[in-house]
């Protein structure tokens, strides 16, 4: 009797393909291999040495690293690594040695990098159909100088390019924009998004006016521009409007906002946050966080206690926290110092914030195009019961050598989550820092 016979399904027949995978891949997405179906699948030693190396880190590439080890630990235990092991996506998985007596063009094989492109130079001369995979655009280059098919790690990519914005600009007949803003909402007939915003005109009136869609009533809803002031700071267009308007909605539990330098993201961000704990009592306090990507080290490298180290890094932060404090007129709460010695505000590292729940809290994550999508997804899935996540970022400013604008955890959560009711998102391009700031963020 066959196994197929014996209700067992045959296995599917493993394709000429094969994968060499470059360390950073695993570090971008610990299990990446599996994404790879039914192909041959090759790890070089050199890869497990970087691991090694990189796995006592207290960050995230240290988990990451200790993440992927283990899963080829796992995988080993049901075989023969060396001569190849069949894994649950139905590949082959092979971790090989090699150390080739001569290099193309005398190919320099003083840097791991490059034993690892050769690992794959040497597989490719026996006759298989390599890809050499890699987050590092330079080791691709290398790799294409040697004659091997190089392509980029793009399982969690999104087109910056057709990022979705949140909002539309729209023409209607004259009796809709009235009835909108006299009767503040209408039936529309088109399905929306949730919490899509339009920007409603007609070619009577000068004035644009904003209405947000209802996906459960199919209604879009007008959005008041005379709104009070959020913690002293008033809404300067109508992207600000329509960013504040999901900000102090805490029915929608998770926003994001890109866009570029002085468009107003974290500073609205803080700004909403401390309204609603303040005065709404709608969240217990707000916490604020950003990655470390640019200074390449962890706080702990920082003199002082945990407060001063985060002073450094968080200045920015800070000096959004100034602006407000000197147009909110709240006692007591005159300076920056004076809002986070009150316990209204925290400032968190993101390594600490991993492990935690974070229950009834406004949660900010500034520079969030630094981040990886797993690290993203770790963040987002910290938000307790009654929280508030949001994200700021701006993807044409990313400080990490293996992220880009279509590859970065903040534009990939925009994709994955738009449609959910609980979602809202706004691509801000208006920039009122000054005219000086709008030049430099377009010209440079």
């Given at each position: 009797?066959?196994?197929?016979?014996?209700?067992?399904?045959?296995?599917?027949?493993?394709?000429?393909?094969?994968?060499?995978?470059?360390?950073?891949?695993?570090?971008?997405?610990?299990?990446?291999?599996?994404?790879?179906?039914?192909?041959?699948?090759?790890?070089?030693?050199?890869?497990?040495?970087?691991?090694?190396?990189?796995?006592?880190?207290?960050?995230?590439?240290?988990?990451?690293?200790?993440?992927?080890?283990?899963?080829?630990?796992?995988?080993?235990?049901?075989?023969?690594?060396?001569?190849?092991?069949?894994?649950?996506?139905?590949?082959?998985?092979?971790?090989?040695?090699?150390?080739?007596?001569?290099?193309?063009?005398?190919?320099?094989?003083?840097?791991?990098?490059?034993?690892?492109?050769?690992?794959?130079?040497?597989?490719?001369?026996?006759?298989?159909?390599?890809?050499?995979?890699?987050?590092?655009?330079?080791?691709?280059?290398?790799?294409?100088?040697?004659?091997?098919?190089?392509?980029?790690?793009?399982?969690?990519?999104?087109?910056?390019?057709?990022?979705?914005?949140?909002?539309?600009?729209?023409?209607?007949?004259?009796?809709?924009?009235?009835?909108?803003?006299?009767?503040?909402?209408?039936?529309?007939?088109?399905?929306?998004?949730?919490?899509?915003?339009?920007?409603?005109?007609?070619?009577?009136?000068?004035?644009?006016?904003?209405g947000r869609y209802n996906h459960e009533t199919r209604m879009v809803s007008l959005v008041d521009k005379k709104m009070q002031p959020v913690a002293g700071i008033r809404p300067?267009?109508?992207?600000?409007?329509?960013?504040?308007?999901?900000?102090?909605?805490?029915?929608?539990?998770?926003?994001?906002?890109?866009?570029?330098?002085?468009?107003?993201?974290?500073?609205?961000?803080?700004?909403?946050?401390?309204?609603?704990a303040i005065e709404d009592k709608t969240y217990k306090r707000v916490l604020v966080s950003r990655p470390v990507i640019p200074m390449g080290k962890d706080i702990g490298y920082?003199?002082?206690?945990?407060?001063?180290?985060?002073?450094?890094?968080?200045?920015?932060?800070?000096?959004?926290?100034?602006?407000?404090?000197?147009?909110?007129?709240?006692?007591?709460?005159?300076?920056?110092?004076?809002?986070?010695?009150?316990?209204?505000?925290?400032?968190?590292?993101?390594?600490?914030?991993?492990?935690?729940?974070?229950?009834?809290?406004?949660?900010?994550?500034?520079?969030?195009?630094?981040?990886?999508?797993?690290?993203?997804?770790?963040?987002?899935?910290?938000?307790?019961?009654?929280?508030?996540?949001?994200?700021?970022?701006?993807?044409?400013?990313?400080?990490?050598?293996?992220?880009?604008?279509?590859?970065?955890?903040?534009?990939?959560?925009?994709?994955?989550?738009?449609?959910?009711?609980?979602?809202?998102?706004?691509?801000?391009?208006?920039?009122?820092?000054?005219?000086?700031?709008?030049?430099?963020?377009?010209?440079?």
């Amino acid at each position: 009797m066959s196994r197929h016979e014996n209700g067992d399904k045959p296995r599917q027949k493993v394709g000429d393909k094969t994968f060499v995978i470059d360390t950073n891949v695993l570090i971008h997405r610990p299990d990446a291999i599996l994404s790879f179906r039914h192909s041959n699948i090759v790890i070089p030693m050199w890869v497990l040495e970087e691991l090694d190396r990189l796995k006592t880190f207290s960050d995230e590439r240290g988990r990451n690293a200790r993440r992927a080890i283990r899963f080829l630990d796992s995988a080993g235990q049901r075989g023969n690594l060396a001569e190849g092991v069949r894994i649950e996506n139905g590949s082959i998985l092979r971790v090989v040695s090699t150390q080739p007596r001569f290099s193309p063009n005398d190919f320099l094989q003083d840097k791991t990098d490059n034993k690892i492109i050769l690992a794959a130079w040497q597989i490719q001369q026996k006759g298989s159909q390599v890809f050499f995979v890699s987050k590092d655009i330079n080791a691709r280059v290398k790799a294409t100088a040697l004659g091997i098919k190089a392509v980029d790690y793009d399982k969690q990519k999104v087109d910056f390019t057709k990022l979705y914005t949140g909002f539309t600009a729209v023409d209607v007949r004259s009796e809709l924009y009235l009835q909108l803003l006299e009767k503040g909402e209408i039936p529309w007939p088109d399905s929306l998004p949730p919490n899509h915003f339009l920007m409603v005109r007609d070619k009577e009136h000068n004035e644009e006016i904003i209405g947000r869609y209802n996906h459960e009533t199919r209604m879009v809803s007008l959005v008041d521009k005379k709104m009070q002031p959020v913690a002293g700071i008033r809404p300067l267009n109508d992207e600000q409007l329509m960013v504040l308007n999901l900000l102090l909605d805490p029915a929608v539990q998770l926003v994001t906002l890109v866009g570029k330098a002085g468009t107003g993201k974290t500073l609205l961000a803080i700004a909403a946050g401390l309204k609603q704990a303040i005065e709404d009592k709608t969240y217990k306090r707000v916490l604020v966080s950003r990655p470390v990507i640019p200074m390449g080290k962890d706080i702990g490298y920082l003199p002082g206690a945990k407060n001063e180290k985060l002073s450094h890094w968080m200045q920015p932060l800070f000096d959004n926290l100034e602006l407000i404090t000197s147009v909110y007129q709240k006692q007591n709460l005159k300076s920056p110092e004076q809002v986070v010695n009150s316990n209204i505000l925290e400032m968190e590292a993101l390594s600490f914030i991993r492990g935690r729940s974070l229950p009834n809290q406004f949660i900010i994550i500034d520079e969030a195009q630094n981040l990886s999508p797993h690290e993203v997804k770790t963040i987002v899935s910290r938000a307790g019961t009654d929280a508030k996540v949001v994200l700021t970022g701006d993807p044409d400013q990313i400080d990490s050598p293996y992220l880009d604008a279509n590859s970065n955890g903040l534009t990939y959560l925009v994709e994955a989550f738009k449609g959910q009711p609980v979602f809202g998102h706004i691509l801000m391009t208006r920039s009122e820092r000054s005219h000086l700031a709008e030049l430099a963020a377009e010209l440079l």
